[in-house]
């Protein structure tokens, strides 16, 4: 079935022939978008949505989150805001709670996430496995996720389980754990910081993971600086995420590589680090991808428009930067073509804001802007 969807007053397509349009019109077909345009000159379709001049855009394209856990960290937050450090360490926390958790809680608690981020206009998201662990547990983390997000990404290498020997643990992710997920996931991860995973394990799981034929992403430098922008960059990953703590040669290699640097504001906020460098990323010719990292520690929210509106107002990005690092710019990091971008044979995966036009995501920070939202064709908010 066809459906017009018109009166659109601002339509952020990113594709660059169609660029940004005033008083448009799309139109999908079944899952896909079939036709986008002036509205004046949209084809008949067997039902018609006028949204009166509102603003429209992709759907967001969250590439980053870690939403197979159970448990709550409040105190934890707590501690931090009163100026205690954030560490690797609290991970652990969510470990025990996940492990003990049936798969019908994990389910959903997934589920309840995935479905207040896409009342907020999410349409693509990714998840991570990461506070199982064991090989059973992370298995059962892989597959509860992929029931579920679109994308789904091996995250073993995410701590060094507590009383676990580091080089005995590493092996196991290397050999057995990988083995036994690779199946259910299309990304392998490894947290390359102090305190979970130096430069040389982190570069055995990820050619280890490459062997098994998985695409690659790394949390690096987050805390600190360290070699996880170059050692993703080195190993081709699709993305490298957080990128709080760069060197001048960190920008270069990203500037100069397919490596996607994916940017957390929600994470670097709640964890008091500095804020990525987006506008030093962009100007050096990199691309930047905007995430919300919801997770139970570092970093609870689910809230893309959060996210933009931070870009906007202390990452120093435009609004049209900041709003196509959170589309394109994770659909980049997912290696992906079909979402994140408005395009004939493109997802139909559309967000309409109760606003005329995409600034006022930054303009009216904190306002839950989200009017209607499509994904694949279908009303989901
Ligand atoms: O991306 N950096 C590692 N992993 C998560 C934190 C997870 C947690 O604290 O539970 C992150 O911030």
């Known amino acids: 079935m066809a459906v017009l969807i018109t009166g659109i007053g601002e339509l952020t397509t990113n594709d660059d022939e169609l660029g940004t349009l005033t008083g448009a019109a799309i139109v999908?077909?079944?899952p896909a978008i079939a036709w986008v345009g002036p509205a004046a000159a949209a084809p008949d379709a067997d039902e018609r949505?006028?949204?009166?001049?509102?603003?429209?855009?992709?759907?967001?394209?969250?590439?980053?989150?870690?939403?197979v856990f159970a448990g709550d960290r409040t105190a934890e937050f707590e501690a931090r805001m009163a100026g205690q450090p954030y560490s690797a360490g609290g991970i652990a926390v969510t470990v025990d709670a996940t492990r003990a958790a049936t798969d019908a809680e994990l389910t959903a608690n997934l589920r309840r996430h995935?479905?207040?981020a896409v009342r907020q206009g999410t349409t693509c998201l990714e998840t991570k496995t990461g506070y199982g662990l064991t090989v059973a547990d992370e298995v059962r983390a892989a597959r509860i996720a992929a029931a579920v997000a679109d994308e789904v990404t091996f995250l073993g290498a995410h701590l060094v389980p507590p009383g676990a020997d580091a080089a005995s643990y590493v092996d196991l992710v290397c050999g057995e754990m990988l083995d036994a997920v690779?199946?259910?996931?299309?990304?392998?991860?490894?947290?390359c910081e102090t305190g979970a995973f130096d430069e040389a394990q982190s570069e055995r799981v990820l050619r280890a993971a490459a062997r098994r034929g998985l695409g690659l992403r790394v949390h690096g430098n987050q805390l600190g600086p360290g070699p996880g922008v170059r050692l993703a960059v080195r190993m081709g990953a699709a993305s490298v995420d957080h990128c709080?703590?760069?060197?001048d040669s960190d920008v270069e290699a990203l500037a100069s590589s397919d490596t996607v640097a994916t940017l957390l504001p929600a994470c670097d906020l709640s964890t008091r680090q500095p804020l990525a460098p987006a506008r030093r990323l962009l100007d050096?010719?990199?691309t930047v991808a905007l995430a919300t990292n919801a997770n139970p520690g570092s970093s609870y929210t689910t809230s893309m428009g959060f996210c933009v509106a931070t870009a906007v107002l202390q990452m120093g990005l435009s609004v049209a930067e900041a709003v196509r690092a959170a589309t394109l710019g994770g659909a980049r990091a997912l290696r992906r073509t079909d979402v994140g971008v408005l395009r004939p044979g493109a997802r139909a995966d559309l967000h309409v804001l109760d606003a005329p036009s995409r600034t006022h995501l930054a303009y009216r920070p904190g306002v839950p802007l989200t009017w209607r939202v499509w994904r694949r064709g279908s009303r989901v908010a």
Request: proline share 2%; hydrophobic share 45%.
């Open 114 to 116: 995935v479905s207040e």
């Open 182 to 191: 690779a199946g259910s996931v299309r990304w392998a991860d490894v947290f």
């Open 284 to 286: 050096a010719g990199a």
């Open 49 to 67: 949505i006028d949204v009166e001049g509102r603003a429209a855009l992709p759907g967001w394209v969250d590439s980053h989150t870690h939403l």
């Open 28 to 30: 999908f077909d079944g």
């Open 244 to 247: 709080s703590h760069l060197s």
